[in-house]
């Protein structure tokens, strides 16, 4: 259980408070200090091919996961229905906005 808050602001930085790592609900700490222990080490060290793809790797990591996964090589980082799951409510919430407010349950793309 967590909490992050994003910076608004160049300058600013990332907040997190994790239920783990903080006793108290109102100690929030900068989002780097997690970054040894989560972040693989080619985030860390991006290859310059990563740099130059912009946003900090990120478009180059996506597509390198992408082309991983096509090509047999390692399962998707998020897969079908973690993706699912991340999609539907948003597109279901839609729908509801259409039909005025009216609840929708959102499907289980596992029982299908």
Same mark, same amino acid.
């Given at each position: 259980?967590?909490?992050?808050?994003?910076?608004?602001?160049?300058?600013?930085?990332?907040?997190?408070?994790?239920? %783990?790592?903080? $006793? %108290?609900?109102?100690?929030?700490?900068?989002?780097?200090?997690?970054?040894?222990?989560?972040?693989?080490?080619?985030?860390?060290?991006?290859?310059?091919?990563?740099?130059?793809?912009?946003?900090?790797?990120?478009?180059?990591?996506?597509?390198?996961?992408?082309? $991983?996964?096509?090509?047999?090589?390692?399962?998707?980082?998020? $897969?079908?229905?973690?993706?699912? %799951?991340?999609?539907?409510?948003?597109?279901?919430?839609?729908?509801?906005?259409?039909?005025?407010?009216?609840?929708?349950?959102?499907? %289980?793309?596992?029982?299908?």
């Amino acid at each position: 259980k967590g909490a992050y808050e994003s910076k608004r602001r160049p300058g600013e930085g990332n907040w997190v408070w994790l239920e %783990d790592y903080c $006793d %108290d609900p109102n100690q929030w700490v900068p989002l780097e200090q997690f970054e040894d222990e989560f972040l693989p080490a080619i985030w860390r060290n991006p290859p310059p091919e990563a740099l130059q793809a912009g946003h900090g790797g990120g478009d180059y990591f996506e597509v390198m996961d992408f082309v $991983d996964a096509v090509q047999g090589r390692k399962p998707p980082a998020i $897969d079908i229905h973690a993706a699912m %799951d991340m999609t539907l409510p948003g597109l279901i919430s839609q729908e509801s906005i259409r039909r005025g407010g009216e609840w929708l349950a959102v499907p %289980d793309s596992r029982v299908w």
